[in-house]
Every structure is written in C-alpha cells, then in structure tokens.
C-alpha cells in the first residue's frame, strides 16, 4: 500500500536550520510530484513548496521563498525539504503528499507529518 | 492569491442528517481545480472530492461534490458518527490554497 512517511522534525532555535524528509513506498515514486504543505497548531493549512517527479522543477510559497528548497533523490525514494532562518511562526507540522503532476491534480495520499517546533 | 471562505465554521448533527458545507473562493476557478478533504484528531488529510465533483479512491457515494466558478459545494448524506471531521476545501492551481476547515461533530 502506499505510504508516506515523514522525518526529521523536532525542536530548534530561531535563525536555525532543519532538514526535513520523506519516504514513499507502495508505488512507483519517480512517477509522482511531490507536495509539502504544514498546519500551525489548531490552524488550516497551507502549501509550502512542490518538486517535480524528475526534479527539474521547483515551486515555493512566496512566504517562504528565500528559505527553503526541496529537493529529492528518486534512487532513494525520497523528497527533503530544506528550511533554514526559521522563525517562530514556521512552527507547524510539515506533511508530504504526492501528486501526478506539480499543479492541477490534488494530492492523493499524505504522510503522517513532521512536528517543528521553533524555541529558544 | 485564491482565498477560499468556507462555511460554517461548525456544525453539530445527528447521525442519519444531511450535511452542506460551503466554500465560495475569492475569485473563479474555471479549472475544476478545486477539492475536498476530511482531516480526524492527528492524521492526515484524507481526499475526499477532486474536480469539484469526483469521489477518490473507496470513498463512499454519500459524499459528493458540486459547484462551479466561486462556489462550492460539499455534502454528505445519511451521517455516521465517523464523519466527525474537519473537512477542507482546496484549489490546486499554481499558487494552492485552502479553506479554513468546517468543524462536523455527529
């Protein structure tokens, strides 16, 4: 079956750095895009970024751009989200969700997420 | 940017009603690109809707989707206390959104 699963959360200080990750298994992952999206704390979500299935393409929320890049590694299975000067308000749980194609398809399956929690 | 209202903010039925939730965006989505997902307590979203109107995968026929242009429509028929939910809507064009979540408590 298909599953996403996400890594590499946890606690950081403002101004630092965390990479994120996410293992897909259960289908053919070079075939898909990939999302990132987050939710705050009792709040909705929002989308982060997205690759595409050869990884030739990238797009960022504007509200991020500057501070993250995704990428991701096909022989692996694998997407990264790179978020670095983080700031309070980045504080969320990230998720990975796949797609067939970077826009105009709605995502099919998401990872349990990842928790950031960013304090000093 | 696509805003995404929807409404209510929550709602509270008995189990055998119908539900109706809204989402009207703030300008026309004339791609279709528009879904529907049911989020429970610690999980993860699951797609309910995508093209305004087609049921995902094993997703049971009483919930369907409708709309067009700003506004849309999610209901659910026949509620069972599992539907107890967040429920958002989602435009998936080049710049995705979503909706701020409608609260079903059966």
């Known amino acids: 079956q298909v599953q996403l699963v996400e890594s590499g959360g946890g606690v950081v200080q403002p101004g630092g750095s965390l990479r994120l990750s996410c293992a897909g298994s259960?289908?053919?992952?070079?075939?898909?895009?990939f999302h990132w999206f987050r939710q705050a704390p009792g709040k909705g979500l929002e989308w982060v970024a997205v690759?595409?299935?050869?990884?030739?393409?990238?797009y960022y929320a504007d509200s991020l751009q500057g501070r993250i890049t995704v990428s991701r590694d096909n022989s692996e299975n694998t997407v990264h989200l790179q978020l670095n000067n983080l700031r309070r308000e980045d504080a969320a749980k990230y998720f990975c969700?796949?797609?067939?194609?970077?826009?105009?398809?709605?995502?099919?399956?998401w990872g349990q997420g990842t928790l950031v929690t960013v304090s000093s | 940017e696509i805003v995404l209202t929807q409404s209510p903010g929550s709602l509270s039925l008995s189990p055998g009603e119908g539900a109706t939730l809204s989402c009207r965006a703030s300008?026309?989505?004339?791609?279709?690109?528009l879904a529907w997902y049911q989020q429970k307590p610690g999980q993860a979203p699951r797609l309910l809707i995508d093209?305004?109107?087609r049921r995902a995968t094993d997703i049971p026929d009483r919930f369907s989707g409708s709309g067009s242009g700003t506004d849309f429509t999610l209901n659910i028929d026949r509620l069972e206390p599992e539907d107890s939910a967040v429920y958002f809507c989602?435009?998936?064009?080049?710049?995705?959104?979503f909706g701020q979540g409608t609260k079903l408590e059966i």
């Open positions: 989602h435009q998936y064009g080049s710049s995705p959104t």
């Open positions: 969700a796949r797609a067939y194609t970077v826009f105009g398809v709605a995502s099919d399956y």
């Open positions: 300008q026309s989505l004339p791609t279709r690109y």
């Open positions: 259960g289908f053919t992952f070079r075939r898909h895009a």
């Open positions: 690759i595409s299935d050869d990884g030739n393409s990238k």
């Open positions: 093209g305004v109107s």
